[in-house]
């Protein structure tokens, strides 16, 4: 070779420094991808469960449902109805005049019975719709409040923003049949809840705020990371394909660990109440579902994405697989396209962890989708492109190896 020969090779070769820091570059892209991707999971709840007043609205209409929850509710308004009303005096008025003392006693008495009686009052169509209204108007007044937009229906005043459950006790009252005199003595913010101190307000819409801008745009930009590190290994992208998968399911099992912890320490704070302790793990159960789904959701795509990458291995598993799918893979376009066109439709219809509820994780899937069929069949027509159906199936009734 002469010497004008030997510089346009060296000129075609990569730089081994630039070689040598690419799977470095690959790590971190891996590494910053996996910690957005958390993030992503958290901002999409937030955007999507947290400050959605429809999706809120069917998760209370189901929290309602709970039997937990119905009998600490029931608790609580009773308690507001005692708190708010002499029912001993207004028993004693119905009472004869020499039994009037017995009202106190008798009020006191009733009250377990009036608790179960409440509880089972929680599960007409009355109250239910009482139930609905109320968290559909209070939580559309909450999101303006935590995006810091107009503020009415609930208050922040007194150091703190509060939950009106007032019309719920009246219509428990009514349905008690308590009279009107007493219904108009209710004050109308009996039966409040605290839903946090106002002292924490700005650091909440601070926090609201970055996790509504972040569901725009990270997940694409998780993919966008993972995609990146995959096209620069060059040759070890199986590997780093791999990396990406084990780092999905790494991500995943992480927020089933902190959603764990953070919902037992949440209900620890929160209850005052051992009794109130299993409505408030229902509670932060549905509440927290759709973080569940997406964590699981996460591990079963880094499981795919894995198993893909060792798909393009050369073990000798993978090469029987690649040969076992070769005839289908090596169909014309247009049978391919099919194919995967119906395994869209059954992911559509499956939607795991809300996936194709977005444009933007839609599109997503469905180009890594395309990618990976594209992928696999350039590999499976380089390496078996004259394997038909029926040698695949005399191989497999044979017994014999299909590598």
């Known amino acids: 070779m002469d010497t004008d020969e030997q510089e346009a090779a060296d000129d075609e070769a990569p730089e081994p420094a630039v070689a040598s820091r690419r799977p470095r570059v690959c790590v971190w892209l891996i590494a910053v991808a996996t910690v957005l991707a958390v993030v992503s999971v958290l901002s999409t709840w937030v955007r999507t469960q947290a400050l959605d007043t429809d999706t809120w609205v069917r998760m209370s209409d189901e929290l309602l449902e709970q039997e937990e929850v119905r009998s600490t509710l029931a608790a609580h308004l009773v308690d507001v109805l005692y708190e708010q009303i002499d029912l001993g005096a207004e028993l004693g008025d119905r009472l004869p005049e020499e039994l009037e003392g017995l009202g106190g006693p008798l009020a006191g008495a009733l009250r377990g019975a009036l608790t179960d009686s409440v509880e089972r009052l929680l599960g007409t169509d009355a109250i239910r719709t009482a139930w609905t209204e109320t968290n559909r108007t209070a939580h559309e007044a909450l999101v303006r409040i935590l995006r810091d937009e107009t503020r009415d ?22 349905r008690l049949g308590l009279s009107a005199d007493v219904l108009d003595r209710l004050p109308d913010d009996a039966g409040s809840v605290v839903v946090f101190e106002s002292s924490e307000l700005a650091d909440v819409q601070d926090a609201v705020a970055l ?39 790494a991500a995943g099992v992480f927020v089933l660990l902190v959603r764990s912890i953070a919902t037992a320490r949440l209900v620890d704070a929160v209850v005052e109440n051992p009794a109130n302790e299993a409505a408030a793990q229902v509670a932060a159960e549905v509440v927290t579902r759709l973080i569940r789904e997406m964590a699981w959701s996460g591990i079963l795509y880094g499981i795919v994405l894995a198993g893909f990458a060792l798909l393009l291995g050369e073990w000798r598993w993978a090469v029987a697989v690649r040969r076992t799918v070769a005839p289908a893979l090596n169909s014309p376009p247009t049978t391919v396209a099919a194919g995967v066109l119906g395994l869209l439709v059954l992911l559509v219809w499956w939607s795991p962890g809300r996936a194709f509820q977005s444009w933007t994780t839609a599109l997503t899937l469905v180009l890594l989708l395309v990618v990976a069929t594209v992928a696999l069949r350039r590999r499976t027509i380089a390496e078996f492109s004259d394997v038909t159906a029926a040698d695949v199936w005399a191989s497999l009734r044979s017994g014999r190896s299909t590598a």
């Open 211 to 249: 996790l509504d801008l972040l569901a725009w745009f990270s997940f694409v930009l998780v993919v966008a990371l993972y995609a990146l590190a995959v096209y620069l290994a060059g040759d070890h992208r199986p590997s780093v394909l791999r990396s990406v998968g084990l780092s999905l399911i």
């Open 153 to 174: 229906a609930i208050s922040t005043s007194d150091g703190a923003v509060t939950l009106e459950l007032g019309v719920l006790v009246r219509a428990v009252a009514e």
